[in-house]
């Protein structure tokens, strides 16, 4: 059975950093494409980023480009959110995923098959 869990998340300054961390068990992290998603009280789940099965390719969501990165750790099943100069507007539950999908072109529009509980993030205005 595959589990996703998220940590990370917290209470950061308009300007501060956090970095997220998904770790999957019952799952071979290389054989999935894997994403971050956040929502927002109110509103709907949006994509935030995207990579591939070998780690190479990404995608972002123009809001958070150039702030945040994502990156995964292969061998010990990790992924990674590094989210820097956040902004009030981050403010979110943020959940990993993972797709069995190969990645074409578009990590929006995959199937997500796991999910994680999701981290809160805040940042106060």
């Known amino acids: 059975q595959v589990h996703l869990v998220e940590s990370g998340g917290g209470l950061v300054q308009d300007g501060g950093s956090l970095r997220l961390s998904c770790r999957a068990s019952g799952v071979a992290f290389g054989s999935y494409t894997m994403a971050w998603f956040r929502q927002a009280p109110g509103k709907e789940r949006e994509f935030v980023a995207g990579i591939n099965r070998d780690g190479t390719i990404t995608d972002h969501l123009e809001a958070v480009e150039g702030r945040f990165t994502i990156s995964k750790d292969n061998k010990e099943n990790i992924l990674f959110l590094q989210m820097n100069n956040l902004r009030p507007e981050d403010t979110a539950v943020y959940y990993c995923?993972?797709?069995?999908?190969?990645?074409?072109?578009?990590?929006?529009?995959?199937?997500?098959?796991?999910w994680g509980q999701g981290t809160q993030v805040t940042v106060p205005s």
């Open positions: 995923a993972a797709s069995r999908a190969i990645w074409h072109g578009n990590y929006r529009t995959l199937t997500y098959h796991y």
